[in-house]
């Protein structure tokens, strides 16, 4: 019988992304790469650690309710999950650990996994686990994907304000009311 | 230097030979508008001019070449006596002479100085006397015409030269300039350690490919970094320039009411701006990890996880269920099957136990019935028979509870992030009307500051045409001031906003700079390269070294300069308010000067009394620094720095900078009454040597060849 929780296997993994991203996406947006620092703000860039740009993606394919498989060379990231937003050192932003949670819910509703085998032992809890990282890394590799799209139309796009939002509240509010919580720029 | 005396002769309205004498301390000059104040401090500046020859005919005085009869000569002179490492003389003089139809020829022009040397008296060139003294640097600190000058700072290289002038940085110039086109010995020492570096570095054949991408890549970043640099330069030149132009044009009309009330208006709207901006909070994309307005649509999602795992724990339960009667229903067909065999229903298995048997074995008894049992017997034979069954059930029952149907429990820990994640089902229901109210908020906030900036834009529109209004201009004259107004303010938002732009860029590259050199030093680690690779780094850190110790002194410098002037500040301000003294060092090498509070508010628009105090204070400071490091000391000379203080405020002002242990020369028509005598009871106030400069009576209003200046010592 198993004494670990599902979660913190899982939350110990660090999942894997499509290669080019990083100087694409994650060296644009995050400080990917840079090492842990203060003050993001001071070198332009938007989000903070790697894994920021990594749990937007994630939600761009979850809401999209879209998958995409990784082809190619592929990273892992540097941290892994259990330690997305805890942010200790960085005195301007705000922990958000509780993400991790809804974001583990978000994967077993997702996940074509049986769990009654996994109950029975059927199934190991290392392979429920890999299922899940599977899928969370196809969900942000179509949302990857669709932001490198997004850029292509518009290298500006994720530089305003409302950028990073817009994309999000975009694939949940029906475009008849969008309206009122699209943004117009002054 | 000490001035000690002033011979003025013929030099403009100083007709004749006027000689004065100087004490330690204050001379106060007290003279009405045309009396000859400052005249006599232009004598001085043409004295102290070591540059040129400057035998202009209109210095001499209009009543002397009045007098002068025809082909006769005569000397203009200005002389100098003054205390330096014993006493020295310098003088500066040439002849005039009238020519036919009155016309005046100058020539002879002489610049003297005198030394002792133990008892011997030695001429030298007064140019060379003086500049040794009195050095070029010093003077620029010395002499003041006015109010609107006293800001040594609005020349933007003051700053440097009265850093590199008095602060120890001068030290450093051997070792470290930062300047590409003068290298110290570090820039050097980096510049060629790091040439052979990329030279080991290009031989080196197994890195060959690499070697040259990164190469490449570092020159690119390289030039591109220089030449932002240099953009950067110009559009903070520009800025400055045009702010100074600006700037004279304001300080021109300090006095105009309607240029008041705009500047007034301004600050305060920009005040109110500021402060409405800050309220603007459009950190979105933190705002949907930190504020996890990311979920704002995730109810769905949540409602599907707890139906799977509801669905999940209700499967589960079901099978455990129908397990356990599956189990039940085999257990109740084994006992059944035996009472069926032997056409009674048995004792329980368990009835004797396990130890009750073994005895009864053990000792050849049936203690249930009370009857022998040897072994060998049927009886025995039962009980042994007994036991073993009972020993196998307990047996298969150990067995059983070890393979249960479902090992794991995850069921458990699903239900439990199903409860307690739930109780948050409202908060991510409400995200969208929060998401709303936040962009709602900044909005507004938003559409009040563009209110504002149009307020500003308008009064700003108004002062540009209120500093172009000159009484003498014809309309057309005026509108192209407007133009030049207009303009400037334009280039100056242009040069500020791309000093920006180029900062950020220039952090950028610096940064890829850095991340490009970290790889290629990598690549230098495991090759032949090594060693070079390591001398450059040592030659760069020295380097850093020095230019951290250059930056410290200069910072140093003015920490020193701030406090002094701090310190004259409180004095020179009898009462009232003066706030703090800061000389904030700009990217470009120039200084401001400005005063904040003790919250370090800026005081955005000082009175001109404050402000010339402020200057003065720095004057004195920079003076005194000077004295310390030169052991030497030097007068300020003053015309007219006071015209905007209250009659009342003037005396004590003089009489604090009398207690000042400084050689200070002033011009001033404080002390005047209305009347244009001289106000006795101040006079009688103050304690400083006094002259009192007028125009000899009587003089035709309207014949300069009539005026001439007297001067008189008053106490």
């Known amino acids: 019988m198993t004494t670990e929780n599902l979660y913190d296997i899982w939350a110990k993994r660090n999942p894997k992304f499509e290669t080019h991203f990083e100087e694409t996406l994650l060296r644009l947006f995050t400080d990917y790469g840079v090492g842990s620092s203060d003050a993001m703000s001071s070198k332009g860039k938007i989000l903070g650690a790697g894994y920021e740009l990594y749990i937007y993606a994630f939600f761009v394919g979850l809401y999209a309710n879209k998958k995409r498989e990784l082809n190619g060379d592929y990273k892992v990231l540097g941290q892994p999950i259990q330690f997305w937003g805890n942010l200790d050192s960085k005195k301007i932003r705000k922990a958000y650990p509780r993400l991790r949670e809804y974001i583990f819910t978000a994967l077993i509703a997702k996940t074509d996994l049986d769990l009654i085998a996994l109950e029975k032992g059927d199934i190991t809890d290392n392979q429920a686990v890999d299922m899940l990282k599977d899928t969370m890394e196809q969900y942000a590799n179509y949302g990857f994907h669709a932001i490198e799209e997004k850029m292509k139309d518009n290298p500006n796009y994720f530089y305003k304000n409302t950028g990073f939002l817009d994309m999000i509240l975009d694939l949940l509010v029906p475009s008849s009311n969008k309206e009122d919580t699209e943004i117009e720029e002054l | ?715």
Not at chain 2, 274 to 288: F, G, H, R, V
Not at chain 2, 385 to 410: G, H, I
Not at chain 2, 530 to 550: G, L, M, P, R
């Open chain 2, 1 to 715: 230097m000490n001035i000690k005396e002033i011979t003025i002769e013929n030099f403009r309205c100083y007709y004749g030979k006027h000689t004065v004498k100087f004490n330690d301390g204050l001379v106060l000059f007290v003279g009405d508008n045309g009396d000859g104040k400052t005249t006599f401090f232009e004598a001085l500046e043409w004295l102290f001019d070591t540059t040129k020859q400057n035998k202009d005919y209109r210095l001499v005085s209009e009543k002397k070449i009045a007098e002068l009869p025809e082909f006769e000569s005569d000397i203009l002179r200005v002389s100098m006596t003054f205390e330096h490492d014993g006493e020295k003389i310098v003088e500066k003089s040439f002849s005039f002479k009238k020519q036919s139809g009155n016309e005046i020829r100058t020539e002879d022009f002489q610049f003297k100085g005198w030394y002792k040397n133990g008892t011997e008296r030695v001429q030298i060139h007064g140019g060379e006397l003086l500049d040794r003294c009195f050095e070029a640097a010093i003077r620029k600190y010395c002499l003041f015409k006015g109010e609107e000058n006293l800001n040594v700072f609005n020349n933007p290289d003051a700053l440097n030269y009265l850093i590199e002038t008095f602060s120890n940085i001068k030290q450093f110039d051997p070792y470290y300039t930062g300047d590409d086109d003068n290298f110290g010995f570090t820039d050097f020492a980096v510049n060629q350690s790091r040439k052979a570096y990329e030279k080991a570095m290009k031989s080196d054949k197994q890195n060959s490919q690499q070697e040259k991408e990164l190469s490449s890549k570092l020159d690119l970043l390289r030039a591109q970094l220089s030449n932002i640099r240099q953009r950067l330069k110009t559009n903070r030149e520009n800025a400055n320039n045009y702010a100074t132009k600006l700037n004279e044009i304001e300080s021109s009309k300090e006095a105009s009411s309607l240029l008041k009330g705009i500047n007034e208006r301004l600050k305060s709207l920009n005040d109110k701006k500021i402060k409405i901006e800050s309220y603007i909070n459009e950190d979105y994309t933190i705002k949907l990890l930190d504020e996890m307005w990311i979920l704002c649509g995730f109810s769905s999602i949540f409602k599907e996880y707890q139906e799977k795992v509801n669905a999940f724990s209700k499967e589960k339960r079901r099978l455990e269920d129908e397990d356990k009667k599956q189990k039940g229903k085999q257990e109740a067909y084994q006992e059944i099957g035996k009472s069926i065999k032997d056409g009674f229903i048995p004792l329980s298995i368990y009835i004797p136990d396990e130890n009750t048997m073994k005895e009864m074995i053990e000792d050849e008894v049936c203690k249930v019935c009370g009857r022998e049992a040897k072994q060998g017997t049927d009886a025995y034979n039962f009980m042994v028979d007994k036991l073993n069954e009972l020993l196998k059930s307990q047996q298969s029952k150990a067995q059983k509870e070890e393979v249960p149907l479902f090992p794991n429990n995850y069921a458990k820990e699903l239900e439990q992030k199903s409860i307690s994640l739930g109780y948050n089902q409202d908060e991510l229901n409400n995200l969208f009307a929060k998401i709303r109210e936040v962009i709602e908020f900044n909005e507004a906030r938003k559409a009040e500051v563009k209110k504002i900036q149009e307020s500003i834009d308008i009064e700003e529109e108004n002062k540009k045409k209120l500093l172009a209004q000159n009484d003498t201009f014809t309309e057309e004259q005026l509108q192209n001031a407007y133009e030049n107004i207009r303009n400037w303010f334009d280039y100056i938002n242009e040069a500020e906003k791309q000093i920006i732009i180029l900062e950020k860029e220039g952090k950028k590259i610096e940064q890829d700079l850095e991340a490009v050199q970290k790889e290629y030093d990598n690549l230098a680690k495991y090759s032949i390269a090594s060693t070079y690779s390591k001398v450059y780094t040592v030659f760069s850190k020295i380097q850093n070294a020095f230019k951290f110790a250059k930056e410290k002194n200069t910072r140093d410098f003015l920490f020193l300069l701030e406090d002094k002037a701090n310190k004259y500040l409180e004095k020179l301000n009898i009462d009232g308010f003066y706030g703090i003294i800061r000389i904030i060092k700009t990217p470009d090498g120039s200084a401001r000067i400005v005063l904040q509070d003790k919250n370090d508010t800026f005081v955005t628009s000082p009175n001109q009394a404050l402000k010339t105090t402020m200057y003065m204070s720095v004057l004195f400071a920079v003076s005194e620094l000077t004295t310390i490091k030169r052991e030497n000391d030097y007068p300020l000379i003053f015309d007219a720095p006071t015209s905007s203080f209250a009659p009342q405020k003037e005396s004590e002002f003089f009489n604090v900078i009398s207690d000042i242990k400084k050689q200070c020369i002033i011009f001033s028509k404080s002390f005047l009454t209305d009347n244009g005598s001289l106000d006795s009871t101040k006079i009688d106030s103050l304690h400083c040597t006094i002259y009192r400069m007028e125009k000899k009576k009587p003089f035709d209003n309207l014949d300069l060849s009539t005026v001439q200046t007297v001067l008189t010592l008053i106490k």
